[in-house]
């Protein structure tokens, strides 16, 4: 992208942080939520892959910088009330750090989560741990 929109008029947090959904570009299944903040947004949209920011690491999440599951983003679009993303990518491999290609696995059945997919990857191998 040759110039960057003005990512100040966004609606961030209290922490600077926005809501970012990943969605399989050609497919339309949504993959993950993640949150970005206005520097890793701006990475993002320069580079073309996916960068988020991890609350739980306090640091910039760059997808696949260990996994080596990359997200190549194809389009990044703002929601109507400017406070939520949609990035539209290309998933290399699966997105979810559980080793299951989308976060959303857990479906409310009968009172309780039920698992609907199963990994397709052992976490192990994608982290090394």
């Not at 997200?71 to 080793?99: I, M, W």
């Amino acid at each position: 992208m040759e110039k960057l929109p003005d990512l100040a008029t966004l609606k961030y947090n209290e922490q600077g942080l926005i809501p970012a959904i990943a969605q399989q570009y050609d497919t339309g299944e949504v993959l993950m939520m993640a949150w970005m903040n206005q520097t890793s947004l701006a990475e993002t949209l320069s580079t073309g892959v996916a960068c988020y920011w991890s609350r739980s690491r306090n640091r910039f999440w760059r997808k696949g910088e260990s996994s080596g599951q990359v997200q190549t983003v194809k389009a990044v679009r703002l929601d109507c009330d400017k406070d939520t993303l949609l990035l539209l990518v290309d998933q290399q491999g699966v997105a979810c750090h559980t080793g299951r290609h989308n976060c959303f696995y857990l479906e409310a059945q009968d009172g309780s989560w039920k698992t609907i997919t199963d990994p397709e990857i052992d976490p192990e191998e994608l982290y090394g741990k």
